[in-house]
């Protein structure tokens, strides 16, 4: 993890906050590339990515219709972002606890949540219960801490265990360990965690639209930022904002503004430009292709480890997204359909007619926005922390564990 995370040092609320962040950024950076994965097949394979409208622009597909190649390319979408990212999550988390074995009960661990919205019929009426696996919200948010957690639990009980067994009982003991473990956890998901997430993500959604009846939408950023660096992104979007936006849009304007609050690919833009020319040495490589597949394929997930590893980016995001909100409102823009993924190629296919330029113009400015306030928060690159280096961080990695080797001994 220190590779992406250099270890923050102190003992200050700053510091907890910054370890809390790079461990949760420690579970999806090593992740990246199967996010990217999921965001290139999105971006290309779906009903309206660039295959399908390539089609209908130079080989006369009509407007409801796709390529069959498209269709069956585009079956991957919903299991990678349904069960391979969360189970990934939970893995990483658990191997990041205790090695190998936590990270098979993590996974075990984090399934339970995934299918709890289908086990308990959980839903709500903007965003109605899954009858099927194909309905399945994501659940990042329950990953991270399901999968961590158990496998705390499975380095408790084997230290309980550890020196206490007759030879030759060992791998049977550790199996069936592994699996109770496994198993309860599971069941936990089910029951307690993943309507524990599904409350979280009722409050943010509940929040979002008394500021939209109050007709203080800038405000929202405050609620909708937050929520999507926490993975809350598709439950705030599509669970809340794209059906009141389309209800929006049937109406007489043809239009709605809240298909663009949770979309707008400029303040990830603006996050990742500063992480590029002022952020850790050791990161930077990995930021010019985070940067296309979140401003050009849209998958904006692309970027939230990057403020997971520096929390207080958090603010970056929440003026990028609300200076963006208040230029839409401004010139009363709007999408005619959801902007799917939320790349700037979706932005300019469903902008509503003669809308185009100033939605550009907004995105810039939360852009610009976002990448100001997060430069002048990581310091305009004018702190040389040592451990900003990659073998700097190793080295500190090190020295931090033989302090603690040696402190135990």
Do not use: C
Request: charged share 10%; hydrophobic share 55%; glycine share 12%.
């Amino acid at each position: 993890m220190s590779d992406y995370t250099p270890v923050a040092t102190g003992t200050g609320a700053r510091a907890r906050v910054q370890r809390g962040g790079a461990f949760l950024a420690g579970m999806i950076m090593p992740n990246l590339g199967a996010f990217i994965a999921w965001g290139l097949i999105t971006a290309l394979f779906i009903p309206n990515g660039w295959v399908n409208q390539l089609a209908r622009l130079w080989g006369g597909l009509g407007a409801d219709k796709t390529l069959p190649f498209a269709d069956a390319a585009g079956t991957l979408v919903t299991p990678i972002i349904v069960f391979l990212l969360p189970i990934l999550i939970g893995y990483t988390g658990g191997r990041t606890v205790h090695g190998q074995r936590g990270a098979v009960v993590g996974a075990i661990a984090t399934l339970g949540v995934v299918v709890s919205p289908l086990a308990l019929h959980l839903g709500s009426s903007g965003s109605p219960a899954p009858t099927d696996l194909g309905g399945l919200p994501p659940q990042f948010l329950g990953a991270l801490i399901i999968g961590p957690l158990t496998a705390l639990l499975m380095k408790w009980i084997d230290h309980l265990l550890d020196g206490k067994l007759r030879g030759g009982f060992e791998m049977l003991v550790d199996n069936f360990t592994a699996g109770i473990v496994g198993g309860i956890a599971a069941l936990v998901g089910v029951f307690a965690l993943g309507p524990l997430v599904y409350w979280i993500t009722t409050v943010f959604a509940d929040f979002v639209n008394v500021l939209i009846s109050a007709k203080l939408l800038p405000l929202a950023s405050i609620i909708i930022e937050p929520a999507k660096i926490l993975f809350l992104n598709n439950a705030i979007g599509n669970g809340v904002l794209v059906p009141l936006a389309a209800h929006q849009a049937a109406g007489s304007a043809g239009k709605s503004i809240l298909f663009m609050l949770e979309s707008n690919p400029g303040p990830g833009l603006g996050i990742l430009v500063a992480m590029l020319l002022f952020g850790p040495l050791a990161i930077r490589p990995t930021v010019p292709a985070a940067i296309v597949v979140q401003f050009l394929g849209g998958i904006h997930e692309i970027y939230f480890p990057y403020v997971l590893m520096k929390p207080i980016l958090l603010i970056a995001a929440i003026a990028g997204g609300a200076s963006g909100v208040l230029m839409f409102v401004l010139f009363n823009d709007g999408l005619v359909a959801p902007a799917s993924p939320g790349s700037i190629f979706a932005y300019i296919l469903v902008a509503y007619p003669g809308d185009l330029p100033t939605i550009l113009l907004g995105i810039l400015v939360s852009a610009g926005v976002s990448f100001v306030v997060g430069a002048a928060l990581l310091g305009f690159n004018r702190k040389k922390e040592p451990t900003l280096d990659l073998e700097a961080a190793k080295a500190q990695s090190a020295r931090n564990k033989n302090s603690t080797s040696a402190a135990s001994a």
